[in-house]
């Protein structure tokens, strides 16, 4: 089972170099770049903006029913929300559904393509696949934190339109919240644990999608795994990137 | 030609190929054919570079593929065409944009240069009005024609065929056999056909290598096997009732 494990491992790592030897032409890997923003970047955008309002306005108004004592000034609604929304809900929770979304999508499409031995017909042409099909993907995801960035945003305004809305704060309250003890790095913290994660994004669900063996039924298989393992990892390097960035 | 010399691949304790050695011709097309689990597969994949053999040497006109260093094989590669059992179009492209892929990857022609040499591969492959049609618009006798334009569209001294007929209308399976026996002839090409169907044997079999439990069994034309005495290809072919009657006709003919 272990060595199982690390030889799955080993073959992640060999994949990964394989992903960036022998490069595409440029001409049509332009092409295949723009095509992977607009699938799993542009194509999350809605999904994320509509979680990201909601959760951020439970998030707030979870923290108003919670206090109860009246000597907590209620400026601590909008500090909660901003602090949840940015460290946590933004860059992982988002990440973890992502990994559903994008890594099912990444996963079914690329392993469709082994079943139908469209892989095999780029390896007999002379490419390399694995540039050919992953590079592009991890480029893409590097604007992986402009989406987080909106999640944020929208995460901060959802918490802010149900504290104020739904009469648990004041709007300047709510404002002061947001602004008290605000630490920039946070910020640069949550960000740095998106890159990391979008690279877990793109090339997990490509690595189940690309060594995947079978019929139609072992995708759906091969995307189940990739999004558990996808979800493992990121949960993972989000407590080891926790505790080298913020633990002091 | 393609000359195989005492290939051997094994996988695991099962050994699949067992000294395989042969010459593919230029300018004919020469069919694998034999039972499932008989090596054919392996053998074709090797001859791709899919697999790589244990034993043996496989060279391309002179170029032993083993000797080779990456970029040689790239080239090499460029200079092969293949059609898929199942065509493996690319789903996201057009019929064009298929067909034109291998131009786009690998030569520096203009988009216009390209749209020239692909709409005179797809008119000789007589695909029509299926330019901008994705795989999944088109039926499976017109997936195969593009399969075909495709492999044939940067020129290629090799074509590989495997089952290309698999899936195909007897009427379909023949007009696409031909088209394929047509094409190397017309561009002085080595393919090689990896089928069971006997009908491709019979309609195109200008060289064919028999495989049986991984090793060559028995190879020749088609005109040779209504004469051959070898008890395994005669098992074979003559599995179905309709080559039977047509041996025994042939037989009687020649009396």
Redesign the interface.
């Known amino acids: 089972m272990l060595i199982r494990y690390l030889s799955q491992i080993g073959k992640y790592f060999l994949m990964l170099k394989e992903v960036f030897n022998?490069p595409?032409?440029w001409?049509?890997m332009k092409g295949l770049i723009f095509?992977e923003i607009d699938d799993l970047v542009i194509d999350s955008l809605g999904i994320v903006a509509f979680i990201s309002f909601f959760v951020g306005g439970v998030v707030s108004i979870q923290t108003a029913l919670n206090l109860t004592n009246p000597l907590i000034p209620k400026y601590l609604i909008g500090f909660a929300t901003r602090q949840s929304v940015i460290l946590e809900f933004a860059p992982t929770f988002i990440s973890v559904i992502m990994a559903g979304k994008m890594g099912s999508f990444i996963t079914s499409s690329i392993g469709?393509?082994r079943v139908?031995?469209?892989i095999?017909?780029l390896?007999?042409?002379?490419?390399n696949s694995l540039n050919y099909l992953v590079f592009p993907k991890i480029i893409a995801l590097l604007l992986y934190p402009f989406v987080i960035g909106i999640a944020m945003f929208l995460g901060i305004l959802g918490g802010w339109m149900a504290g104020v809305y739904g009469g648990f704060t004041s709007s300047v309250e709510f404002i002061q919240g947001l602004q008290s003890e605000f630490i920039p790095f946070h910020i640069a913290y949550a960000f740095i644990k998106t890159i990391v994660f979008a690279m877990i994004l793109a090339t997990i669900p490509s690595f189940h999608g690309y060594y995947m063996k079978g019929g139609a039924l072992e995708v759906g298989k091969a995307s189940t795994v990739a999004f558990v393992w996808t979800s493992v990892v990121i949960i993972l390097a989000n407590y080891i990137l926790t505790q080298l960035l913020l633990a002091k | 030609m393609i000359e195989v010399k005492n290939l051997e691949k094994s996988f695991g304790d099962s050994k699949v190929l067992k000294g395989i050695t042969t010459t593919f011709e230029t300018g004919k097309t020469n069919l694998i054919i034999g039972q499932s689990g008989s090596g054919k597969t392996v053998l074709l994949k090797s001859l791709?570079?899919?697999h790589t053999p244990d034993k043996g040497t496989i060279s391309f006109d002179g170029r032993i593929y083993s000797d080779l260093t990456d970029d040689e094989?790239?080239?090499l590669?460029?200079e092969?065409g293949?059609v898929?059992?199942?065509s493996?179009?690319?789903?996201?492209m057009t019929v064009e944009e298929n067909v034109g892929?291998?131009l786009?990857?690998?030569t520096t022609k203009t988009p216009a240069e390209i749209k020239e040499r692909v709409d005179i591969v797809i008119e000789r492959v007589k695909l029509i009005d299926a330019n901008h049609k994705k795989p999944s618009e088109i039926s499976g006798g017109m997936q195969k024609r593009v399969a075909i334009a495709r492999a044939i569209v940067n020129n290629p001294k090799y074509l590989?065929c495997d089952e290309p007929n698999s899936g195909l209308d007897p009427k379909t399976a023949i007009v696409i056999d031909n088209l394929i026996q047509e094409i190397t002839q017309e561009y002085n090409i080595t393919t090689v056909i990896n089928t069971h169907d006997m009908n491709s044997v019979m309609e195109i079999g200008e060289k064919i290598v028999f495989l049986k439990q991984g090793i060559l069994a028995w190879e020749g034309s088609k005109k040779d096997i209504f004469k051959t005495d070898n008890e395994a290809i005669v098992d074979f072919v003559y599995s179905s009732n309709l080559f039977k009657k047509i041996r025994k006709a042939q037989n009687k003919e020649e009396i």
């Not at chain 1, 390896?123 to 490419?127: H, I």
């Open positions: 022998k595409t032409k001409s049509v095509k469709t393509m139908t031995e469209q095999d017909a390896e007999v042409m002379g490419v | 791709l570079g899919i094989r790239r080239e590669r460029t092969i293949m898929f059992q199942g493996a179009l690319f789903d996201s892929f291998p786009k990857m690998f590989f």
